[in-house]
């Protein structure tokens, strides 16, 4: 039995819904417009089971070979979002399985992707990952290739790009991280007004678990929440 282990992720997840509350409140938005993304990386598929069981219907993985398994058991409960770096050879493994990409950040990955959807017949949905604080260990686009990006992309019919993606640099102070945020929230915009047909930005995927309340204050409509929501001796 798992009772024990789904009632500590009640309890987790009571406390994360608390402040995610007081975010949405300090900010004046909506609870409802604010999404966890559980990443699982960390735990095995059981907890998957578990998370499931509790309510958190959007689980995120971040490496295909780890997450194959554990999608075999549950891929179809919840929905599934891939967040990791994507070598366009693992593309045939991801599409068709996980429904968000939240990791297009090259123009190779985009046609891999966009020639997998046209054989599956299906329109990848994406994020375009920004490396917004410009740290060379990060991935992500730089923001000043964002436009002839979505240019050279704009004749893929087989991608669209719903959202935009990023990660803060490690801080102590997640409050450091605010401006990181605010970028973020400002291409969407940009975006938005250059009016690409593929390209129309709804979603803000960021934040996590030292930085999330920041992120969602400034807008993130998805929070990838790992060690504080499935790592019981960090949360
Ligand atoms: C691991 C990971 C997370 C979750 O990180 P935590 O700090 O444990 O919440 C979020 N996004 C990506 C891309 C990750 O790889």
């Known amino acids: ?12 997840l009571k406390r994360i819904e608390e402040r995610i ?18 990443v ?45 770096h994507l070598q366009t050879n693992k593309v045939k493994d991801v599409v068709g399985r996980f429904t968000y990409i939240h990791s297009l950040d090259r123009l190779s990955l985009a046609e891999a992707l966009n020639k997998r959807g046209k054989q599956l017949d299906c329109v990848v949905s994406c994020f375009l990952q ?6 060379k260990t ?10 002839a990006f979505l ?6 019919k087989h991608i669209r790009i719903l959202g935009l993606m990023t990660m803060a640099p490690h801080v102590e ?12 929230a ?13 390209a129309t930005i709804e979603e803000l995927s960021m934040g996590m678990s030292g930085d999330f309340e920041v992120a969602i204050e400034e807008g993130a409509t998805y929070v990838r929440l790992g060690s504080i929501l499935v790592k019981p001796d960090e949360s």
Request: charged share 30%.
């Open 21 to 38: 509350t007081a975010a949405c409140h300090r900010s004046n938005r909506k609870r409802e417009d604010v999404k966890i993304i559980a």
């Open 138 to 147: 990060k991935f992500g686009l730089s923001p000043n290739d964002v436009l």
């Open 151 to 156: 240019r050279e992309t704009s004749n893929m």
């Open 186 to 198: 400002e291409w969407k915009e940009r975006i938005n007004q250059w009016d690409f047909a593929h």
């Open 173 to 184: 102070n997640p409050e450091e991280t605010r401006t990181v945020f605010r970028q973020l």
């Open 130 to 135: 920004l490396n917004i604080s410009g740290e």
């Open 40 to 84: 699982t990386k960390y735990v095995d598929a059981e907890v998957i089971g578990d998370l499931l069981d509790v309510g958190v219907s959007h689980i995120g993985e971040n490496r295909v070979q780890d997450a194959l398994p554990k999608y075999e058991q549950y891929g179809d409960q919840g929905t599934w979002h891939f967040i990791g």
């Open 1 to 12: 039995m798992r009772t024990s282990e789904r009632e500590q992720l009640r309890e987790r």
